[in-house]
């Protein structure tokens, strides 16, 4: 019953997230809290000061702006926020790890940003399961993602799982984010529950848990004895891990825009030497592989069934034979357990043109399989275990062998295939 006057008053004392909220009672005061004339005001004390408009310059321009569409201003500021916030996010990641070439500071741009991530359980009849405060495990190129919880929904009427990052949509770097203020989603990415336990790549178990693979980089643990999730963990690579959490909306995913190639008409294999690859395993909490390898390339006879071969390390040649510490595995926990399934791990790949760019990069599970019992190998004496990962842009095929003498793992074999696709459209060749 108080009249729109009034209302329109005491909206005028609020700031930008308290009329966002306050715009969500009811479509009156929705209507009323998209006034240009309030959000005109906001929007010119977030100016530089010498550009402020004054009180009375700001009722003229919002008496002038009377046939303005509802809700403008209010636009205009939030993208002027955005803008604000983008700006903050790039200077701390213009320094680029030599190693790596990717940002040095993601950790400082990801806490300037407000960002985390949530996923979304969808069931068959459309309702949404919201699971946040995951765990954060930050790793050179990577961060893993741990969220678990005591009120699953049943896996048998689950449909998807959308993996999303958040930000608020006004961060204030003195002040940890507001879970119930304004927020934007940005879709990662989509996957599909539906018959998990048989469409999904079984990567391991141990007595309590089993776990399920889906790509990219998505593992979900199953309580062995209920059939019932107990944990999802995602691996997300740094290479345009801000971009894909923050620039995309809530339901369609943000699309890195295409390379474009350096053309270079005097070298005849331009495209297919000088890479280095940077290449980390770890377990989530643990590391047991950092590796840098410079110097990568493929003659054009090695070009075969559309993949150019980047041998890392040779079975031949023992002097670069890698070897891993630890046992291998990946470490789990909720609420109450915590556990360890061996033979696997988490692999990130950065691989790097020869300008120093990123090239393929992911971070994804990897399970181990039994080749042989007994090598073959003068050097070494134990059971050999193939690790393989294959995506769109490109394949990674590697051999280990288990000494039980030293208990650990040599890499006798790494060998990278990059599908020919990719280098042809990355560097504006034809192979």
């Known amino acids: 019953s108080m009249p729109s006057e009034m209302l329109l008053k005491i909206f005028s004392y609020l700031d930008a997230m308290s009329l966002l909220s306050v715009g969500c009672v009811n479509k009156r005061f929705y209507d009323l809290a998209n006034d240009n004339g309030i959000w005109l005001k906001l929007y010119s004390s977030s100016l530089q000061p010498k550009w402020k408009m004054k009180s009375k310059q700001t009722e003229a321009v919002s008496l002038g702006c009377a046939d303005t569409k509802p809700g403008y201003w209010k636009k205009e500021y939030i993208f002027k926020q955005t803008s604000a916030l983008k700006t903050r996010v790039m200077r701390h990641v213009k320094l680029l790890d030599p190693y790596t070439g990717l940002p040095c500071k993601n950790k400082e741009a990801m806490k300037v940003s407000g960002l985390s991530w949530i996923i979304v359980l969808k069931d068959k009849n459309g309702k949404e399961h919201v699971i946040e405060k995951p765990n954060l495990s930050f790793k050179d190129t990577s961060v893993t993602i741990l969220w678990y919880s005591t009120a699953w929904p049943c896996l048998d009427i689950l449909s998807t799982l959308e993996l999303l990052g958040v930000t608020p949509l006004f961060p ?88 474009k190639p350096l053309l270079d008409d005097i070298d005849p294999e331009y495209g297919l030497h000088d890479y280095s690859l940077h290449l980390d395993l770890h377990g989530r909490s643990c590391m047991y592989l ?132 990719k280098v042809n459209s990355w560097y504006g060749t034809n192979y």
């Open 290 to 421: 950092c590796g840098t390898f410079k110097g990568l390339f493929c003659r054009k006879g090695d070009i075969e069934n559309g993949y150019l071969r980047l041998t890392v390390v040779a079975l031949k040649d023992n002097r670069k034979h890698l070897p891993v510490s630890g046992t291998l595995g990946i470490c789990w926990e909720t609420a109450v357990f915590k556990g360890n399934v061996k033979d696997c791990f988490v692999m990130d790949l950065t691989l790097l043109d020869e300008t120093g760019k990123p090239f393929w990069c992911f971070s994804a599970p990897v399970y181990m399989e039994l080749y042989l019992k007994a090598s073959g190998l003068y050097d070494y004496m134990g059971p050999i275990y193939t690790a393989d990962y294959a995506d769109s842009e490109g394949k990674v095929c590697v051999e280990l062998v288990w000494l039980e003498e030293t208990k650990e793992y040599i890499i006798v074999s790494l060998v990278l295939y990059v599908s020919t696709r």
């Open 172 to 259: 204030d770097e003195s002040r940890p984010p507001n879970r119930n203020g304004p927020r934007r989603l940005s879709l990662i990415a989509e996957y599909h529950l539906a018959n998990l336990t048989e469409s999904s790549v079984a990567v391991g178990a141990d007595e309590l848990v089993q776990l399920f693979s889906l790509n990219p980089g998505l593992l979900v643990g199953v309580w062995k004895e209920k059939n019932e999730i107990a944990f999802v963990m995602a691996s997300l690579h740094y290479n345009q891990l801000l971009e894909r959490s923050i620039l995309g909306s809530a339901t369609v995913q943000y699309a890195p825009p295409p390379n």
